[in-house]
């Protein structure tokens, strides 16, 4: 990977140590903090450095004259990035202490012989070095289809996956099946009715309680033909197990579906039924115990608001969750004797950790935002601080058609399905419409609107720009030979010839994507990707339409064949680093529209 931000830190970095070597600065200094960013305005240079406002604490020196230091170290350096070396930077210290950095054009022209050179792997960074992550995503319950919500989290999670594997990190994508518990065997019940039903036998409307959907009547009439009357007329505790069994499966297996039509699949499945099972719920808390980590205690209730689910007013097994951050103590059994869902989950991210993760990921509803903090804790206590947990929340999805509300769907009873959706907008509108606010957002979603040509959708916009560059393409093979198109022989092509402001526009971002990968890869942020797609789209956009308005801009020159070269190099970079970037969203680029 060639990043231009990171040359130049690493020349930052150079620099300060120039200056520690001239006795200037003291040798023991936080160069860690020292960061190369992309300027915020263009009149400020392309990039900036914090170094000298990180620094002047420690130092205990003035930031402006601590700047103009450094900045005069900078200016006696060389900038090395693709296959450029030279002085082709300028740098000048501003108030209240940042140094900000204009480059020269041939800076930016070697960055897209990099682009050329190494296609989509331009932005591959080394950032993970190989580490494990284990990204836990979806994760519905196997009560029924998924819905809209499901599916949000579903984009996020394998585009936040695909996002981290660029980054150089070893990702395995996870989903926990809820299956213990009250929900199942509601499930279990639901499909016993359907199943008397398809058997032939007036059961009337379904009770309170089970599932109403008419995904289940097909679940019922499945059972029937797989086992006849086996289960009919006998007592709820002789077929509540293996209808149990049953629907658990049919519901995975439509579940499995709905993601495999957003193209996303899972490396592994947890079952919560089999971790309780195998003991691992006792050995995670035993581990607990062992630390001192454990008590029987009575909590107060929490004041002004109503208490949480796990809470009773008599003594329980609580874990010490507020010694690593929480708000208080962590209930681990109900008076009943069975665990809380939160000492299942202790078992479950325990046995993440002793599969050899430190990185671990959970993507929730917002709903389980007061969970986050409880299991940050234990996540922290199990691993005696070796392993991180990042919970990423996913705000509601609000669905529309031409701007009226649209809630019910005819094969749920209750929601919209995600299969419903995706069948009417495809995958990709899908996908990346799901991208295009922060995952702590509430995002609305218009069928009309995410489906319309227009540059106010922003998928169509992005995938445009992209076929409006291959469109370019097959136009210059009617100028040029195949072979002279290459993306190595265009590598080659006289691009100092490209100084046109609005051509630097376009190339700058384009030389950027390597930070922009790192950076959202850091902050486990995929939506910067859609971000900045819908950034070099525009920049795209707006050449395309100055070079129709000025014949001089036009990429395609029968007067200049050097130029129109060195235009189509810059062209096939713009749809390289976008058919990246819409690969971590796990998009596919098209050709024509």
């Known amino acids: 990977m060639t990043d231009i931000c990171g040359d130049f830190r690493r020349l930052v970095i150079a620099a300060l140590e120039d200056l520690i070597g001239e006795g200037a600065l003291p040798r023991e200094l936080p160069l860690s903090r020292v960061a190369v960013e992309p300027s ?158 398809a058997l032939g036998e007036r ?66 499945f947890v079952s919560e039924r089999e971790l309780i099972d195998s003991g ?39 874990f010490r969750a507020a010694r690593f951050g929480d708000d208080l103590d962590r209930p681990l059994r109900k008076s009943d004797g069975s665990w809380t869902y939160f000492a299942v989950d202790i ?60 809630r019910m769907s005819k094969r749920a009873g209750t929601f919209v399905t995600l299969r419903e959706v995706v069948e009417e907008v495809g995958k990709d509108v899908f996908r990346f419409i799901m991208l295009t606010r922060r995952n702590d957002q509430t995002l609305d979603f218009d069928f009309a609107k995410v489906t319309e040509q227009s540059k106010d959708n922003p998928v169509f916009y992005v995938q445009y720009a992209h076929a409006r560059a291959a469109s370019v393409m097959r136009h210059a093979l009617e100028a040029f030979p195949l072979e002279a198109l290459s993306d190595e022989a265009l590598a080659g092509a006289p691009l100092e010839r490209l100084t046109d402001p609005s051509e630097l526009a376009l190339l700058r971002p384009l030389a950027l994507w390597p930070r922009v990968v790192e950076s959202a890869a850091q902050a486990h942020e995929p939506h910067r990707i859609a971000f900045f797609l819908q950034e070099v789209a525009a920049e795209f956009h707006t050449l395309w339409t100055k070079g129709k308005e000025e014949a001089t801009l036009r990429f395609i020159l029968a007067s200049d064949r050097e130029l129109t070269l060195a ?27």
Not at 95 to 110: D, K, M, S, T, V
Not at 243 to 251: G, L, N, S
Not at 289 to 312: A, F, H, N, R
């Open 567 to 593: 235009r189509l190099a810059l062209v096939r970079g713009l749809a390289l680093v976008v058919a990246s970037g819409l690969a971590v969203i796990g998009v596919e680029p098209v050709e024509e529209m």
């Open 40 to 197: 915020r305005e263009a009149a400020h240079g392309e990039l900036s450095t914090n170094a000298a406002m990180v620094l002047a604490g420690p130092l205990r020196q003035n930031p402006m004259a601590l700047a103009e230091r450094i900045a005069g170290a900078l200016r006696g350096r060389e900038l090395e990035t693709g296959d450029y070396r030279g002085r082709g930077f300028w740098v000048a210290a501003v108030r209240p202490g940042f140094i900000n950095i204009r480059l020269a054009p041939e800076a930016w022209h070697a960055q897209l012989r990099a682009i050329l050179a190494m296609g989509t792997h331009f932005g591959d960074s080394d950032l993970g070095g190989g580490e494990r992550a284990n990204i836990e995503f979806v994760s519905a319950n196997p009560t029924g289809p998924m819905h809209v919500g499901h599916g949000r989290g579903a984009a996020f999670g394998d585009a936040l996956a695909a996002l981290l594997e660029k980054a150089g990190f070893a990702v395995t994508r996870e989903y926990y099946i809820n299956d213990a518990g009250a929900q199942v065997d509601a499930l279990a019940r639901s499909v016993h009715w359907r199943y008397r039903e």
């Open 280 to 318: 691992a719920v006792e050995e995670s808390l035993a581990a607990l115990e062992k630390g001192g980590l454990i008590y029987t205690g009575v909590l107060e209730p929490p004041k002004g608001k109503p208490p949480p689910e796990d809470w009773e007013p008599r003594p329980q097994t609580l």
């Open 347 to 406: 078992a479950n991210h325990r046995e993440k950790f002793r599969r050899g993760f430190n990185n671990l990921i959970d993507v929730w509803g917002a709903d389980h935002g007061g969970y986050v903090k409880r299991m940050q804790a234990v996540v922290s206590a199990l691993s005696d601080g070796k392993a991180t947990l990042d919970v990423k929340l996913i705000q509601l999805v609000h669905l529309f058609d031409k701007g009226q509300p649209v």
């Open 203 to 268: 059961v009337g409307a379904i009770p309170e309680g089970l599932y109403p959907g008419e995904y289940l009547v097909e679940t019922g009439e499945a059972m029937a033909r797989r086992d006849g009357r086996k289960w009919f007329g006998r007592p709820e505790e002789a077929w509540l197990a293996p209808v149990k069994d049953f629907a658990i499966a049919e519901m995975m297996a439509l579940i499995r579906a709905d993601l495999e039509a957003l193209g996303i699949r899972h490396d592994l």
